[in-house]
């Protein structure tokens, strides 16, 4: 049964997030965090041939999406399915063989439709599972300095807020503290398309 899902972000954003991940990752296993439908799943195991691309997400319409694609993309053997990972249910439960050789982990527009909780659980299990100098990246729409960044983004807000009070664009300097409370600094910052941004934090110690 083709249970794909399709999100129009996906394809919007996917290139520029290819571009900023081609400069941080080797091989290895590399974990996403709330993989949605796959599609940006998928799309980076094809581009970096060399890594194992674990998705997750806590939707079960979205695994049979995610696992969907796989088949799709004739990934079954190269790509595990989908772990059935909650970010707020810790401790995250990691099979072995992924804990052992993992380099990194990717989150894309997650934070800002999930409370504040979602971001503090991120970064304590990301800093459990990650070693010295690898990464967490964060991806989406985020302010600096607690001021947002375009018109757009004050729209888009309200618009959360009007789905879930507990929802909205997150600050930068915030997501920082929870990233030093956990052993991570922020390596950088990129603009992206769109007024978003990519947030690459490494794992100090």
């Keep these: ?37 796959g599609e940006h799943g998928v799309f980076f195991q094809k581009c970096f041939p060399d890594l194992i691309w674990q998705t997750s997400d806590p939707k079960l319409s979205h695994r ?8 799709y993309e004739g990934l079954n053997k190269k790509m595990p399915q989908p772990l059935a990972l909650d970010v707020e249910d810790t401790p995250w439960l990691m099979p072995t063989n992924l804990g052992l050789t993992l380099q990194g982990i990717i989150s ?3 934070i800002h439709i999930a409370r504040w ?7 304590k ?10 990464f967490l ?3 989406g729409p985020f302010k600096i300095n607690n001021e947002y960044t375009s018109y757009s983004n004050i729209l888009f807000d309200r618009s959360l807020k009007a789905q879930n009070k ?4 997150r600050n930068i300097e915030e997501i920082d503290i929870e ?15 769109a007024n978003n941004f990519s947030l690459i934090y490494r794992k100090s110690s």
């Design 64 to 71: 049979k999406s995610i696992s969907s694609w796989i088949e």
């Design 1 to 37: 049964m083709d249970n794909r899902l399709f999100f129009k972000a996906t394809k919007r954003n996917r290139e520029s997030i290819r571009e900023v991940l081609s400069s941080i990752i080797s091989s290895g296993f590399v974990l996403e965090i709330g993989s949605g439908s």
């Design 125 to 134: 299990e990301s800093g459990k599972l990650l070693k010295s100098g690898q």
């Design 108 to 110: 894309i527009n997650l």
């Design 166 to 169: 507990f929802w909205g664009i």
């Design 179 to 193: 990233g030093n409370i956990n052993g991570f600094f922020k390596q950088e910052i990129i603009p992206m398309p």
């Design 117 to 123: 909780n979602c971001t503090k659980s991120l970064f």
């Design 137 to 139: 990246v964060l991806y």
